[in-house]
């Protein structure tokens, strides 16, 4: 089976997926961003995605991504920087990216937030940006403390060349899906907080599930999903499944 036909299965059983999820607890499927995990995935790929509806791709690590993006961009193409992001590296991704998922820290927003205005002369346009929240509290996995969201939040949102649009995060690996439904139940729940608390952002994005629990974040309220695997197929290089 040629590679198109590959994905073009695997496209239609995950946007199935996400509608049958959305359905499931009263949500339209148009509410969820499907983001097409691209890390270690051939440009060839990516554009067979593209010719086959798909326009959000995410990409993990800025020395990959940024020859792609220089190489595929056309108007209606949507980069998403989903990786960790090295306050030393920010400046690269500024202009690159149409969404960072991943801040995590006031240092990082106050480089990002400066790199922004040295870019972007006219001073109009923001970065969007969500803040990654580390909900499960793994040593392993990057975010926010979830004691230090709101206070955090509360200074990003005075830097005027980024715009929070909401938050991410990342579940443990599970064998039971319904293990990972509190983590993201509980970003949703932080979410609502946040409208009150820190009402000068929309706070209208949730950006979680992957390949192996995403149709369960969407239960949750999910309206980001980073899907790869499911897409792609296997990754070829070492790193975090998507």
């Known amino acids: ?23 499931r607890v009263g949500r339209q499927p148009e509410e969820i ?29 800025i020395q990959e991504a940024l020859p792609k993006i220089a190489a595929f961009h056309p108007s209606d193409v949507r980069w998403h920087m989903i990786g960790h ?13 149409d969404c960072i998922h991943s801040i995590d820290s006031l240092h990082l927003a106050e480089t990002l937030n400066h790199h922004v205005a040295s870019f972007n002369l006219t001073g109009s346009q923001r970065q969007p940006v969500l803040l ?20 955090l939040a509360r200074q990003i949102v005075t830097l005027e060349h980024l715009e929070i649009q909401g938050l991410m995060t990342m579940a443990p690996l599970v064998n039971n899906l319904e293990k990972a ?3 993201f ?29 995403y149709q369960v974040a969407i239960e949750e309220g999910a309206t980001i999903v ?17």
């Open 1 to 23: 089976m040629h590679q198109q036909e590959v994905l073009a299965i695997n496209i239609a059983t995950v946007r199935a997926q996400i509608a049958e999820a959305a359905q």
């Open 85 to 97: 992001l090295q306050t030393n590296k920010a400046r690269k991704v500024v202009g690159q990216f």
């Open 226 to 242: 980073r899907i790869g695997r499911a897409i792609f197929g296997e990754r070829v290089k070492k790193g975090t499944s998507q």
């Open 132 to 151: 990654q929240v580390n909900i499960s509290g793994e040593t392993s996995k990057e975010g926010i403390e979830l004691d230090m969201v709101i206070s």
């Open 33 to 61: 961003i499907l983001v097409a995990v691209s890390k270690t995935k051939p440009l060839e790929l990516v554009k067979i995605a593209y010719e086959l509806g798909i326009t959000h791709f995410g990409e993990n690590r």
């Open 185 to 213: 139940r509980s970003l949703r729940e932080l979410r609502d907080r946040l409208q009150k608390e820190v009402p000068e952002c929309s706070w209208q994005h949730l950006s979680m599930g992957m390949t192996d629990d």
């Open 181 to 183: 439904r509190p983590v």
